[in-house]
T-cell receptor, first 115, second 114 residues
Framework: DTGVSQDPRHKITKRGQNVTFRCDPISEHNRLYWYRQTLGQGPEFLTYFQNEAQLEKSRLLSDRFSAERPKGSFSTLEIQRTEQGDSAMYLC?????????????FGPGTRLTVT | AQKVTQAQTEISVVEKEDVTLDCVYETRDTTYYLFWYKQPPSGELVFLIRRNSFDEQNEISGRYSWNFQKSTSSFNFTITASQVVDSAVYFCALGIQGAQKLVFGQGTRLTINP
């Protein structure tokens, strides 16, 4: 049984560089979510997809952020021109809509450090 | 607006003690879902329980139990006979509109000392 996977687990980049993270959801799940978690805080919602459609974006998702889920399977989150304030844990989760429950299952996260 | 408040930032107890983690939520929606997640030092959020707004029945799962009270907008979590492995950060979360997105509290860091 494969859970949600994320790659890379850690990323260190210099300010101004672009970074891309990948998330592979649980295979039968049709919803995929991205959250951001900073130190000492709870996760904050960024965006979610149902199949390949991006249905909601948080105000936290500035123009420098873009997420895609081209074939309704894996998703990528790209941050352009990174800033030190982007340093955080980026969490991906997936869920099955139409099932008997709505719980979201989370991956291990990608920890981004911008220097 | 939706909001989740976990007033206890940190709790430290000795092993085998019972401990209750508080969660208070705010929403104007009549249909909503409440969740508890555990985040151990490894960092991955582990789903513990989901409760929908129409089901106020309390639940017990082994040493874990949950008390949902709509009258006080609370969804508290009790660990009985705590163990060192229970040490983690625990998050309460609220999902509305079919739980498309979750609103998390700030978390409670629980430390169980041997």
């Amino acid at each position: 049984d494969t859970g949600v996977s994320q790659d890379p687990r850690h990323k260190i980049t210099k300010r101004g560089q672009n970074v891309t993270f990948r998330c592979d959801p649980i295979s039968e799940h049709n919803r995929l979510y991205w959250y951001r978690q900073t130190l000492g805080q709870g996760p904050e919602f960024l965006t979610y997809f149902q199949n390949e459609a991006q249905l909601e974006k948080s105000r936290l998702l500035s123009d420098r952020f873009s997420a895609e889920r081209p074939k309704g399977s894996f998703s990528t989150l790209e941050i352009q021109r990174t800033e030190q304030g982007d340093s955080a844990m980026y969490l991906c989760a997936s869920s099955l809509v139409g099932g008997i429950s709505y719980e979201q299952y989370f991956g291990p996260g990608t920890r981004l450090t911008v220097t | 607006a939706q909001k989740v408040t976990q007033a206890q930032t940190e709790i430290s107890v000795v092993e085998k003690e019972d401990v209750t983690l508080d969660c208070v939520y705010e929403t104007r929606d009549t249909t909503y879902y409440l969740f508890w997640y555990k985040q151990p030092p490894s960092g991955e959020l582990v789903f513990l329980i989901r409760r929908n707004s129409f089901d106020e029945q309390n639940e017990i799962s082994g040493r874990y139990s949950w008390n949902f009270q709509k009258s006080t907008s609370s969804f508290n979590f009790t660990i009985t006979a705590s163990q060192v492995v229970d040490s983690a950060v625990y998050f309460c979360a609220l999902g509305i509109q079919g739980a498309q997105k979750l609103v998390f509290g700030q978390g409670t860091r629980l430390t169980i000392n041997p």
